[in-house]
């Protein structure tokens, strides 16, 4: 069974300030944590603080990283190694965001190179992939999605695809309020299943959550949940206030 993950991705929104007063106010809501996995993610200043807020608050909430640079330590002004990620206390961090590719021109043959090394060195990797507009209206959104996923994942190990979770994003709907239909998310996802199944096996094709992310909102986030390859939520915009992240991750009561 593969329990349901919802991931906040605050992008470069919320202070430290913010973070704390938003985590603080997680506290005091009902949240059962043993049906749901929460992650947020904030930006590389707030990792630390929140990731101590949360042990203290002993709430199962994982803290995760929204990028990372592939080497330890240098000459790299203005990036972010892993170890100092870990060392901030997050447990995962997300690769391959289409603001990544698109914005600073990430590859997936670098994006492949950090997940390795995130994946070695035990952190898990939210790895989000998906198509931009004008190649859903060609009609190779599949192989795109695909492609992606192929290459992004190249030598990965059997043993470490288990601390994958893949994020599908259609680039045409983050941040526009345009969602794919249950449907089209659901068929896309059947299909990553399926790839996975077969650059895998069937067990890893069954296990590995398959997020689905672009303006996921309190008022659409149960019935792309009911669908069968949905195991999940990566979302932006409606994660930044506490009562709307609430909802989300209590969509069954919605
Ligand atoms: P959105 O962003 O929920 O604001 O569309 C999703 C994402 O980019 O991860």
């Known amino acids: 069974m593969r329990r349901p993950l919802i991931a906040a991705n605050w992008k470069m929104n919320l202070t430290v300030e913010d973070g704390e007063k938003f985590i603080t106010a997680l506290f005091t809501e009902d949240i059962d944590y043993n049906i749901v996995d929460v992650v947020i993610a904030p930006s590389f200043t707030s990792l630390y603080p929140l990731s101590n807020l949360v042990m203290k608050g002993h709430a199962p909430i994982a803290i995760a990283a929204q990028n990372m640079y592939v080497e330890q330590d240098g000459a790299y002004t203005g990036e972010v190694s892993i170890s100092m990620i870990k060392g901030a206390g997050a447990t995962q961090v997300i690769l391959g965001h289409s603001e990544r590719r698109n914005i600073f021109g990430e590859t997936d043959s670098f994006i492949n190179k950090k997940v390795k090394i995130a994946l070695n060195s035990g952190l898990g990797v939210i790895l989000c992939v998906g198509e931009k507009e004008e190649e859903r209206d060609a009609k190779v959104e599949v192989e795109v999605v695909l492609s992606q996923v192929g290459k992004c994942l190249k030598d990965v190990s059997y043993d470490d695809i288990n601390n994958i979770v893949i ?26 299943r ?30 792309l949940m009911s669908m069968e390859d949905i195991d999940g939520a990566l979302v932006g915009g409606a994660s930044l206030k506490v009562e709307s992240f609430i909802k989300l991750i209590n969509f069954k009561n919605n």
């Open 194 to 223: 399926a790839f996975i199944k077969q650059m895998y096996n069937t067990e890893i094709s069954e296990s590995i959550k398959i997020l689905y992310g672009g303006s996921v909102k309190p008022g659409n986030v149960k019935e």
């Open 167 to 192: 994020a599908y994003e259609p680039v045409w709907a983050i941040g526009t309020g345009k969602t794919a239909s249950s449907d089209d998310a659901e068929c896309m996802h059947k299909r990553i």
